[in-house]
């Protein structure tokens, strides 16, 4: 199993900046993609930024040139520097690994961080 704790959530004003960090434990071998994923009140969840091994980023448009995030595989920790924050940033923000064991892929979820951007 791959246990996924983020950190680091809160309130800012719009136009701050936070960092989230996800610390990842358990069984890491074989994990090769990391993303965050976000969930407003009353929306579906969206997938905001994924890196993989390499490695390579993609972001969600609606964050690109705002968000970064990073993986720091000695550490076992990804990040998320989020810059310029929108109120429509605000959301529960989830840290999501996948790992490849040879034949199977299976997903791991944290329980999420809660980022309030105020108008």
């Known amino acids: 199993q791959v246990q996924l704790v983020e950190s680091g959530g809160g309130l800012v004003q719009a136009g701050g900046s936070l960092k989230l960090s996800c610390t990842i434990s358990?069984?890491?071998?074989?994990?090769?993609?990391l993303e965050w994923h976000r969930q407003a009140p009353g929306k579906q969840r969206e997938r905001v930024a994924t890196i993989t091994q390499g490695p390579t980023t993609n972001y969600a448009d609606s964050v690109k040139g705002r968000f970064t995030i990073s993986w720091d595989s000695t550490k076992n920790v990804v990040s998320l520097q989020m810059d310029n924050l929108k109120p429509e940033d605000t959301g529960v923000y989830y840290c999501?690994?996948?790992?490849?064991?040879?034949?199977?892929?299976?997903?791991?979820w944290g329980q999420g961080t809660q980022v309030t951007v105020s108008s």
């Open positions: 999501h690994a996948q790992r490849y064991t040879g034949s199977t892929w299976t997903t791991f």
């Open positions: 358990g069984s890491v071998v074989g994990i090769d993609l």
